[in-house]
C-alpha cells in the first residue's frame, strides 16, 4: 500500500506583503523592501523575524528625493516600488542618510538610471560615498550637508541633522517639516519584518525595538542622547526609520523610550559620588589580597564610592547595567599561560556593549614567571577609548605589606583621578608596551 501524499499546504489567506509603495501622507511614499527570511543582522544581532530596508519616495512640485536605498539583494524590489511613483527624470535628489550596505545596496544602479539626481550625504558620509562609487563618483553631483541646511523641493522641504554614531559616524537624519515627518535611519530601528508597516498595524514589536537599541546603540550612548536633543524639539508627526515599523502612533512616545534607554539604570547608584568598580580573579589569593588593598586605598577619597566583585561568584551579564553607570573600572587577573583569565576576557568583550569611551579603567593583577595578563589588559581598555591615568600594578607572587601599600597608593590615586584631586593624565600606550 502506498503511503498517502501529504495534503498541500494551504496557501495563506492573508498577503502581509505589501505588492506596490506605500502611501505614508500623500506624496510620500515607503517604497522599501521586505526580508522576512534574515535571521542575522551583521553577524551581532539575531532578527527572528527578519528585518526591513526602508526606502522613501518624497514629492514636491519641483522634483521627487529618494531617501535612503536598501539591501544589494532587494534592489529590484526597491527599483519596483519606487518606479511605482515617480520617473527616474523627475529624481532630483537622493539623500543617503547612513552608507552602511543595507541601505546603499541600490545606490549605483538608481544613480545609473537617474544621473542627473544630487547624492546629499553628512560631512563623514562624502568620504564613503566616494570609496563606494568608485571611479563613478565624478559623475554625480554629490554634496555635504550638516545640521541647519534644507533643500527645498517644491511645496516640501529636506532640513537635515546631523547626528553621528548612531551607529557610524556617517549617521544623519532628514526632515520633511510641512509634514513632520522625520527620516532616521538606523535611529528609532527595530528588526522587525511585517509588511502592514506602520506601528499601529503590525504584530508586537517592542521586544525588537529595545533588543536592536541594545545591540546596536547602547554603545553609542551619548551620541544617541546628542541626537534626541536635536530632534526632541520637533513637531514630530511620523518617525519613519530606516527598519521596521514606520513609527506614527505618539511618536514622543518613542523618543521617551530612547531618552530612558539612553540613561543608564544604575547612574545615580552612587548619589552625588563618582562610581569605581573593581572586579578581579584570583587563582591563589594574590590578587585578591591586591584587590582588597586597592579597595581600601579608594575608599579613603570622599565623593568615591567602591564596590568590589569576585568575578568567579558572579555572571557577566548582570553587571553590564552598573558598569554603564561608572564612573571607572578595574580590573584584576593574573597571568596563567602568558594571558589575563577567561572570565576576565569575557568582561572586556562584553565591555563592547556599553559606552566605555572616557571611563577611567585600570588593571592590576599578580604573576608568576612572565606577567603579560596586565598589559594586555591595559591594552584592551585602551582600545575601548577608556582612559588610564595610572599603569597597571603588578606583583611577583604573593604582596608582601610594601606591595599591598602600594595597592593601597595605587587605589588612593585612581580614586583621586575620578574627584579630579589628581593631576589629570594618561599613560602612554609604548609606555605599555615596553613594560
Ligand atoms: Fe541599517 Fe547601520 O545599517
Sequence with gaps: MSAPSPAPIPASPLSLRPDGPVEIVPGIHWIGALDPGLRSFDVIMKTANGTTYNAYAVRGTDGVAVIDTVDRACAAEFLARLEAVARYDEITVLVLNHLEPDHTGAVHELLRRAPQA?????????????????????????????????????????????????????TQ????????????CD??????????????????????????????????????????????????????????????????DYLRQYRRLTSPRFADAAGTDRSLLIFYVSAHGATGQMAR????????????????????????????????????IVLGTPTINGDAVRTIWDLLVTLGDVETRGKLGAAFGSYGWSGEAVRLVEARLQALKMRLPEPGLRVKFHPNEADLDEARAFGVRLAQHLTGRAQPREIDFADLAAR
Design 118 to 170: 544630487h547624492v546629499l550625504v553628512s560631512p563623514r558620509g562624502m568620504q564613503i560615498l566616494r570609496a563606494l562609487l568608485g571611479d563613478e563618483a565624478d559623475r554625480y553631483r554629490i554634496s555635504a550637508v550638516k545640521t541647519g541646511d534644507s533643500i527645498p523641493l517644491g511645496g516640501r522641504s529636506l532640513r537635515f541633522f546631523t547626528t553621528p554614531n548612531v551607529h557610524w559616524p556617517d
Design 173 to 184: 537624519c532628514t526632515w520633511v517639516e510641512e509634514d513632520g515627518i522625520l527620516f532616521t
Design 187 to 252: 535611529l528609532f530601528g527595530s528588526h522587525y519584518c511585517d509588511g502592514r508597516l506602520f506601528d499601529d498595524l503590525v504584530g508586537d514589536f517592542r521586544f525588537c525595538f529595545e533588543y536592536y537599541y541594545d545591540r546596536l546603540m547602547r554603545p553609542f550612548r551619548s551620541f544617541v542622547a546628542a541626537a534626541l536633543d536635536l530632534i526632541e524639539p520637533l513637531d514630530i508627526a511620523v518617525i519613519a526609520p530606516s527598519h521596521g515599523p514606520i513609527l506614527r502612533t505618539r511618536p514622543r
Design 293 to 328: 588593598a586597592i579597595e581600601a586605598g579608594a575608599a579613603e577619597e570622599p565623593g568615591v564610592r567602591v564596590s568590589l566583585f569576585d568575578l568567579e561568584g558572579g555572571e557577566i551579564a548582570p553587571f553590564i547595567d552598573l558598569i554603564e553607570g561608572a564612573d571607572g
